[in-house]
């Protein structure tokens, strides 16, 4: 996703393990510095995440029912 207001790139990663999580993150540019976490969310079962949803002040999850495990 974009966030063409502040000229970042937006992605997801899950982070999968005894203690899963959700990671946002954004980028302005290519360097590892410009790097910046937006956000966590833990979870006790990783689901299948193919996308999320971009408004003015919020990023969506959408926590589908095809779990990883």
Known sequence: QHNRA?????NLTV???PR??????GRTGTAESELRQIATMA???PSYMHSFAVTERHLLLIENPLEIG
């Open 6 to 10: 502040r000229g970042e790139l937006l």
């Open 15 to 17: 982070d999968m393990g």
């Open 20 to 25: 899963s999580r959700y990671r946002l993150y």
């Open 43 to 45: 979870t006790r079962q």
